[in-house]
């Protein structure tokens, strides 16, 4: 089993910055880390993800240029800086691990609980 526990959520201002932290634990292996989000009322969204080098990356198009995932594999720790925020970026912030570098949920096994973002004009 592979613990995930998600930090840095927040309250900010349109154009503000936050920065997202993921920890994993456990049973831990050479990962690839993701970042989904979900508003209310609807579907979880892919954001960015990251192979366990730092090689592959990619983001979806609405962060493209925003928001930055980086790593630090002696910390077992994934971020997300997301700057230039927008009220629509409002959403639970969940990070997963898994052994691919993809943008569905289902290529995932291991999803921490969630990290509360919410964004104000």
């Known amino acids: 089993q592979v613990q995930l526990v998600e930090s840095g959520g927040g309250l900010v201002q349109a154009g503000g910055s936050l920065r997202l932290s993921c920890v994993a634990s456990g049973r831990t292996f050479p990962d690839v880390r993701a970042w989904f989000r979900q508003a209310p009322g609807k579907e979880r969204e892919f954001v960015a993800t990251m192979s366990w080098n730092s090689q592959n990356t990619r983001y979806a198009d609405s962060v493209n240029g925003r928001f930055t995932i980086s790593r630090d594999n002696a910390k077992n720790t994934v971020y997300l800086q997301m700057n230039n925020l927008e009220p629509e970026d409002t959403a639970v912030y969940f990070c997963?691990?898994?052994?691919?570098?993809?943008?569905?949920?289902?290529?995932?096994?291991?999803w921490g609980q969630g990290t509360q973002v919410t964004v104000s004009s």
């Open positions: 997963a691990t898994g052994r691919y570098v993809a943008t569905t949920s289902s290529s995932y096994r291991y």
